[in-house]
């Protein structure tokens, strides 16, 4: 089992910049690849970007792509997300995952075994 908590959502303008982070607790945290997701009113639940378990490879959804980096800091059991110039349309609730014994980054959710609660991001126009 493992637990997992989001913070730094808040609201912003178009333009500006968030940072992420999500803690885990648990089994070891360098045994899970991480991932983020979003999900939008009325919109599914979809994947933004994903971590190998040492940081080595990261993968990203092509509308976040040069504007978003992944990172994570297995020391202190966090993964974050740096998301810049950001748009209205990035608006969303915001999760963390964790995917255990991984074989590649994955973009499907049904991959992702534990789940953060969410945080939500805001971006006003």
């Known amino acids: 089992q493992v637990q997992l908590g989001e913070s730094g959502g808040g609201l912003v303008q178009t333009g500006g910049s968030l940072r992420l982070s999500c803690v885990a607790s648990?089994?070891?945290?360098?045994?899970?690849?991480m991932g983020w997701f979003r999900q939008a009113p009325g919109k599914e639940r979809e994947f933004v970007a994903g971590?190998?378990?040492?940081?080595?490879?990261?993968l990203y959804a092509d509308s976040v792509k040069g504007r978003f980096t992944i990172s994570r800091d297995n020391a202190k059991n966090t993964v974050y997300l740096q998301m810049n110039s950001l748009k209205p349309e990035d608006t969303a609730v915001y999760y963390c995952?964790?995917?255990?014994?991984?074989?590649?980054?994955?973009?499907?959710?049904?991959?992702?075994?534990?789940w953060g609660q969410g945080t939500q991001v805001t971006v006003s126009s």
């Open positions: 971590i190998s378990r040492s940081g080595g490879g990261t």
């Open positions: 648990g089994r070891t945290f360098s045994y899970y690849n």
């Open positions: 995952a964790a995917d255990w014994i991984p074989v590649v980054i994955a973009r499907s959710a049904r991959d992702y075994e534990y």
